[in-house]
């Protein structure tokens, strides 16, 4: 059994809860921006791959259109590389921070405590 959290203990854990709960949410927020841009250059490659069997036929304004888009979605495949990567980093060290806390902060604690550590905070 654990020892009862104490007051100053229950503070740091509610700061910590209330800072895993922002990281949670710009995590979130980041992986939606991941989405926005993977389907982009899902529909950028779709595009292009209808146009490329009728490239040879096609006009200069066809042509200049699909250089475009081909660019735009380099561009986004290099972007998406990069944010996925910092996104797992990201995701790797908060789900370790939530580890950390419910292993640090489980235990017991009294009302008054959490009253007092929550008028400390300014929480309701």
């Known amino acids: 059994d654990k ?3 104490t007051a100053d203990k229950l503070e740091v854990c509610l700061r910590t809860a209330r800072d895993l709960d922002k990281t949670g949410v710009a995590l979130d927020e980041q992986m939606s921006d991941i989405q926005r841009t993977t389907a982009e250059a899902m529909f950028l490659q779709y595009q292009n791959n209808m146009q490329l069997p009728s490239l040879d036929s096609a006009d200069d304004q ?5 250089g475009l888009r081909m660019a735009r979605h380099d561009d986004l495949s290099q972007r998406l590389k990069s944010e996925y990567a910092a996104y797992q980093k990201r995701q790797s060290e908060y789900e370790a921070a939530v580890a950390a806390f419910e292993h640090d902060c489980a235990g017991n604690f009294g009302r008054a405590d959490l009253e007092a550590a929550k008028s400390k905070l300014q929480m309701k």
């Open 3 to 5: 020892a009862p959290l």
């Open 62 to 66: 066809a042509k200049t259109d699909l």
